[in-house]
């Protein structure tokens, strides 16, 4: 298995820009995580899908963010408008199931917004 | 009560000894604790994980200690080598509530 693919994987965007990240998960699974990791804030779960649905969003920060997943095998993470302080490493995941399984995280995208 | 906190932040090791990362939680009601190993430029991959009806899980060099009563658990890794050099974080759930990770622990082998 090719593991998660996320893309792209750099983004450098512009202040006020639309960003759409990428994920394909593995096949199979039925839960897919983003997380967004700072060296303030550390891993922090945005919003997770079981089975397609979304369960928990709480960590979403604000009404810029949002998640899709039309289907087992694709999710978008979209900000818009984008704000400098938005920079980070966006890490999508897979597990079999929930949580509490073990999670398979892509290799991330590092978003640059000036 | 949803936290949990990580220490030290920081760890150097001499090659051969043993790295120890303590992680203390809140909520009674976690029932699964792993532990993540990331490299600088990848995502986390877990690295070993524990539930609370065992005191300890040993894999390889690597061993989870757990302490209910305290809501402790902490991370050992023997024989500690320059590859080992990484940031480790602890974790946390409870069924299908999302996890929660600690703030990470970066570890550096001295060769």
């Known amino acids: 298995d090719a593991g998660v693919i996320q893309s792209p994987r750099h983004e450098v965007t512009e202040m006020g820009q639309e960003v759409t990240l990428r994920c394909k998960p593995i096949s199979g699974h039925n839960s897919l995580f983003w997380y967004r990791q700072t060296m303030m804030r550390g891993l922090e779960l945005l919003i997770y899908?079981?089975?397609?649905?979304?369960?928990?969003d709480s960590g979403m920060p604000e009404d810029r963010f949002s998640a899709k997943m039309p289907n087992a095998s694709f999710s978008t993470l979209k900000i818009q408008p984008s704000e400098p302080r938005d920079s980070a490493v966006y890490f999508c995941?897979?597990?079999?199931?929930?949580?509490?399984?073990?999670?398979?995280f892509g290799p991330g995208t590092r978003l640059t917004v000036t | 009560q949803q936290q949990v906190k990580q220490s030290p932040q920081s760890l150097i090791v001499q090659k051969g000894g043993i790295s120890i990362i303590n992680c203390a939680y809140e909520n009674t009601a976690f029932d699964y604790f792993p532990w993540y190993q990331q490299f600088p430029g990848k995502g986390p991959a877990l690295l070993i994980a524990i539930r609370p009806d065992v005191s300890e899980k040993k894999e390889g060099r690597f061993t989870i200690s757990f302490n209910k009563s305290a809501k402790q658990f902490s991370l050992h890794i023997m024989d500690s080598q320059p590859g080992d050099s990484a940031t480790y974080f602890c974790?946390?759930?409870?069924?299908?509530?999302?996890?929660?990770f600690g703030k990470g622990t970066r570890l550096h082998i001295l060769p």
């Open positions: 995941a897979s597990s079999i199931r929930g949580p509490s399984t073990e999670q398979y």
């Open positions: 974790a946390a759930s409870k069924g299908d509530d999302k996890i929660i």
């Open positions: 899908f079981n089975n397609n649905v979304p369960i928990d």
